[in-house]
Protein backbone atom coordinates (compact mmCIF):
# COMPACT_ATOMS: atom_id res chain seq x y z
CA UNK A 1 0.00 0.00 0.00
CA UNK A 2 2.79 2.48 -0.93
CA UNK A 3 0.27 5.38 -1.92
CA UNK A 4 -0.42 5.94 1.58
CA UNK A 5 2.89 5.48 3.28
CA UNK A 6 3.43 9.56 4.10
CA UNK A 7 5.10 10.75 6.86
CA UNK A 8 3.73 9.02 10.27
CA UNK A 9 1.56 6.89 8.03
CA UNK A 10 2.80 3.15 8.10
CA UNK A 11 2.18 0.90 5.13
CA UNK A 12 -0.44 -1.75 5.31
CA UNK A 13 -2.65 -0.14 7.74
CA UNK A 14 -6.12 -0.57 8.13
CA UNK A 15 -8.46 2.31 9.14
CA UNK A 16 -12.06 0.91 10.32
CA UNK A 17 -14.82 3.27 10.29
CA UNK A 18 -17.71 2.27 12.44
CA UNK A 19 -21.23 3.94 11.44
CA UNK A 20 -19.83 3.25 7.84
CA UNK A 21 -22.80 3.36 6.12
CA UNK A 22 -23.91 6.85 7.31
CA UNK A 23 -22.52 10.22 5.49
CA UNK A 24 -19.41 11.08 7.71
CA UNK A 25 -18.03 7.52 7.89
CA UNK A 26 -18.87 6.86 4.33
CA UNK A 27 -17.45 10.05 3.22
CA UNK A 28 -14.29 9.64 5.56
CA UNK A 29 -14.16 5.98 3.86
CA UNK A 30 -14.01 7.36 0.37
CA UNK A 31 -11.44 10.09 0.87
CA UNK A 32 -9.38 7.60 2.57
CA UNK A 33 -9.87 4.34 0.42
CA UNK A 34 -8.75 7.22 -2.81
CA UNK A 35 -5.79 7.77 -0.28
CA UNK A 36 -4.54 4.34 -0.86
CA UNK A 37 -5.59 3.11 2.59
CA UNK A 38 -7.38 0.31 3.34
CA UNK A 39 -10.44 0.67 4.80
CA UNK A 40 -13.17 -1.90 6.97
CA UNK A 41 -16.67 -0.28 7.08
CA UNK A 42 -18.70 -0.61 10.22
CA UNK A 43 -22.71 -1.38 10.40
CA UNK A 44 -25.45 -2.65 12.91
CA UNK A 45 -25.62 -4.38 9.07
CA UNK A 46 -23.25 -6.45 8.08
CA UNK A 47 -24.84 -7.25 4.52
CA UNK A 48 -25.56 -3.28 3.75
CA UNK A 49 -21.74 -2.47 5.07
CA UNK A 50 -20.86 -4.98 2.64
CA UNK A 51 -22.49 -3.45 -0.39
CA UNK A 52 -22.10 0.16 0.71
CA UNK A 53 -18.09 -0.93 1.19
CA UNK A 54 -18.68 -2.46 -2.48
CA UNK A 55 -19.40 0.88 -4.22
CA UNK A 56 -17.11 2.59 -2.74
CA UNK A 57 -14.43 0.23 -4.03
CA UNK A 58 -15.67 0.39 -7.76
CA UNK A 59 -15.78 4.45 -7.04
CA UNK A 60 -12.40 5.17 -6.01
CA UNK A 61 -10.47 1.52 -7.15
CA UNK A 62 -9.49 1.07 -3.18
CA UNK A 63 -9.70 -1.98 -0.56
CA UNK A 64 -12.76 -1.35 0.56
CA UNK A 65 -14.55 -4.20 2.38
CA UNK A 66 -17.36 -4.28 5.04
CA UNK A 67 -18.64 -6.15 8.29
CA UNK A 68 -20.74 -5.69 11.62
CA UNK A 69 -19.32 -3.27 13.58
CA UNK A 70 -17.83 -6.05 15.80
CA UNK A 71 -15.98 -7.13 12.85
CA UNK A 72 -14.78 -4.20 11.72
CA UNK A 73 -13.60 -3.05 15.01
CA UNK A 74 -11.57 -6.16 15.03
CA UNK A 75 -9.88 -5.48 11.90
CA UNK A 76 -9.14 -1.89 12.17
CA UNK A 77 -5.58 -0.98 13.14
CA UNK A 78 -7.03 2.70 13.62
CA UNK A 79 -10.92 2.61 14.03
CA UNK A 80 -13.06 5.96 13.67
CA UNK A 81 -16.20 6.47 15.25
CA UNK A 82 -18.73 8.21 13.68
CA UNK A 83 -22.16 7.10 14.89
CA UNK A 84 -24.90 8.93 15.87
CA UNK A 85 -24.67 10.67 19.29
CA UNK A 86 -27.75 8.62 20.43
CA UNK A 87 -25.99 5.41 19.91
CA UNK A 88 -22.22 6.18 21.07
CA UNK A 89 -22.01 4.96 24.40
CA UNK A 90 -24.35 2.01 23.89
CA UNK A 91 -21.71 0.76 20.88
CA UNK A 92 -18.70 1.68 22.39
CA UNK A 93 -19.17 -0.31 25.76
CA UNK A 94 -19.87 -3.40 23.68
CA UNK A 95 -16.41 -2.89 21.71
CA UNK A 96 -13.97 -2.33 24.80
CA UNK A 97 -12.58 -6.16 23.67
CA UNK A 98 -11.91 -5.77 20.07
CA UNK A 99 -10.91 -1.93 20.52
CA UNK A 100 -7.91 -2.25 23.39
CA UNK A 101 -4.71 -1.90 22.10
CA UNK A 102 -6.03 0.25 18.80
CA UNK A 103 -6.37 4.47 18.27
CA UNK A 104 -9.42 5.11 18.78
CA UNK A 105 -10.61 8.95 16.77
CA UNK A 106 -13.85 9.83 17.84
CA UNK A 107 -15.79 12.67 15.52
CA UNK A 108 -18.93 12.44 17.62
CA UNK A 109 -21.04 15.64 17.54
CA UNK A 110 -23.29 15.28 20.60
CA UNK A 111 -26.28 18.07 19.19
CA UNK A 112 -29.60 18.39 19.13
CA UNK A 113 -31.96 20.37 16.94
CA UNK A 114 -35.33 22.73 18.06
CA UNK A 115 -36.86 25.39 16.26
CA UNK A 116 -34.25 27.42 16.83
CA UNK A 117 -31.81 25.51 15.03
CA UNK A 118 -28.94 23.62 16.71
CA UNK A 119 -27.30 23.32 19.90
CA UNK A 120 -24.70 21.73 21.47
CA UNK A 121 -25.87 19.01 24.21
CA UNK A 122 -24.61 18.38 28.15
CA UNK A 123 -22.32 15.10 28.31
CA UNK A 124 -21.78 14.20 32.01
CA UNK A 125 -18.33 12.94 31.04
CA UNK A 126 -17.10 16.54 29.17
CA UNK A 127 -17.30 15.30 25.55
CA UNK A 128 -18.09 12.06 23.12
CA UNK A 129 -14.28 11.64 23.34
CA UNK A 130 -14.00 11.79 27.03
CA UNK A 131 -16.83 9.81 27.49
CA UNK A 132 -14.96 7.20 24.30
CA UNK A 133 -11.74 7.28 27.11
CA UNK A 134 -13.89 6.42 29.94
CA UNK A 135 -15.40 3.36 27.98
CA UNK A 136 -12.47 2.53 26.33
CA UNK A 137 -9.76 2.75 29.41
CA UNK A 138 -7.61 0.11 27.40
CA UNK A 139 -7.27 2.14 23.78
CA UNK A 140 -6.32 5.61 22.50
CA UNK A 141 -8.63 7.73 22.01
CA UNK A 142 -7.85 10.93 19.56
CA UNK A 143 -10.38 13.56 18.70
CA UNK A 144 -10.92 14.34 14.98
CA UNK A 145 -12.71 15.02 11.75
CA UNK A 146 -15.68 16.58 13.61
CA UNK A 147 -15.83 19.97 11.50
CA UNK A 148 -15.55 18.66 8.07
CA UNK A 149 -18.79 18.60 5.45
CA UNK A 150 -19.73 15.01 4.82
CA UNK A 151 -20.98 16.44 1.65
CA UNK A 152 -17.85 17.33 0.49
CA UNK A 153 -16.54 13.79 1.46
CA UNK A 154 -19.01 12.58 -0.70
CA UNK A 155 -18.64 14.51 -3.33
CA UNK A 156 -16.35 12.90 -6.35
CA UNK A 157 -16.13 16.02 -8.02
CA UNK A 158 -14.75 17.97 -5.03
CA UNK A 159 -10.86 16.99 -5.58
CA UNK A 160 -9.71 19.39 -2.94
CA UNK A 161 -11.49 19.19 1.10
CA UNK A 162 -9.89 22.65 1.71
CA UNK A 163 -10.07 22.09 5.42
CA UNK A 164 -8.17 22.00 8.84
CA UNK A 165 -8.60 19.23 11.21
CA UNK A 166 -8.22 19.37 14.55
CA UNK A 167 -6.89 16.66 16.57
CA UNK A 168 -7.10 16.34 20.22
CA UNK A 169 -5.62 13.90 22.36
CA UNK A 170 -2.90 12.75 25.52
CA UNK A 171 -0.86 10.44 23.58
CA UNK A 172 1.65 12.14 21.13
CA UNK A 173 1.87 9.40 19.34
CA UNK A 174 -1.35 8.89 18.25
CA UNK A 175 -2.50 12.29 17.89
CA UNK A 176 0.94 12.71 15.25
CA UNK A 177 -0.57 9.48 13.13
CA UNK A 178 -4.21 10.52 12.97
CA UNK A 179 -2.95 13.87 11.77
CA UNK A 180 -0.88 12.19 9.49
CA UNK A 181 -3.89 9.93 8.07
CA UNK A 182 -6.11 13.55 7.73
CA UNK A 183 -3.35 14.97 5.70
CA UNK A 184 -3.23 12.13 2.98
CA UNK A 185 -6.91 13.66 1.90
CA UNK A 186 -6.11 16.62 -0.59
CA UNK A 187 -6.40 19.84 1.18
CA UNK A 188 -6.99 18.09 4.38
CA UNK A 189 -4.52 19.47 7.52
CA UNK A 190 -4.21 17.75 10.35
CA UNK A 191 -3.47 20.26 13.51
CA UNK A 192 -2.99 19.80 16.99
CA UNK A 193 -5.28 21.25 18.88
CA UNK A 194 -4.83 20.04 22.64
CA UNK A 195 -5.43 17.55 24.95
CA UNK A 196 -9.02 15.25 25.41
CA UNK A 197 -9.72 17.29 28.04
CA UNK A 198 -10.79 20.42 25.43
CA UNK A 199 -12.46 18.55 23.22
CA UNK A 200 -15.95 19.71 24.58
CA UNK A 201 -15.87 23.04 22.86
CA UNK A 202 -14.14 21.45 19.66
CA UNK A 203 -17.38 19.14 19.58
CA UNK A 204 -19.76 22.20 20.44
CA UNK A 205 -18.67 23.98 17.70
CA UNK A 206 -19.83 21.83 14.84
CA UNK A 207 -23.48 23.66 15.71
CA UNK A 208 -21.82 27.20 14.79
CA UNK A 209 -20.45 25.78 11.73
CA UNK A 210 -24.08 24.16 11.11
CA UNK A 211 -25.83 27.70 11.72
CA UNK A 212 -23.26 29.04 9.10
CA UNK A 213 -23.82 26.88 6.73
CA UNK A 214 -27.75 27.19 6.70
CA UNK A 215 -27.39 31.18 6.86
CA UNK A 216 -25.28 31.45 3.90
CA UNK A 217 -26.11 27.73 2.02
CA UNK A 218 -22.41 26.31 2.73
CA UNK A 219 -20.57 24.12 3.35
CA UNK A 220 -18.49 25.59 5.65
CA UNK A 221 -15.19 24.07 6.99
CA UNK A 222 -11.88 25.37 9.33
CA UNK A 223 -8.72 27.16 8.72
CA UNK A 224 -6.04 28.02 11.48
CA UNK A 225 -3.92 30.73 9.86
CA UNK A 226 -0.26 31.76 11.05
CA UNK A 227 0.90 27.57 11.49
Known sequence: ???????????????????????????????FAAAGVRVVLGSRDAGR????????????GGDVTGADNHGAARAGDVV???????????????????????IVVDCVNPLGFDKQGCFALPVEE???AQQAAALLPDSRVVA????VSA??????????????VLVLGDDREATDLVQALAGLVP????????RLRNARQVEALTANLISVNRRYKAHAGLRVTDV
Do not use: C, N
Not at 12 to 28: I, N, S
Not at 86 to 101: D, I, K, N, T, V
Not at 151 to 164: K, N, Q
Open 187 to 194: GMRGIYAG
Open 151 to 164: VLLEDPEVTDVGTD
Open 144 to 147: AFHH
Open 80 to 102: VVAVPWEGHGHLLAGLREELAGK
Open 1 to 31: MTEASGAGVPEGLTVAVLGGTGPQGRGLARR
Open 126 to 128: GSA
Open 49 to 60: ASATAADLAGAT
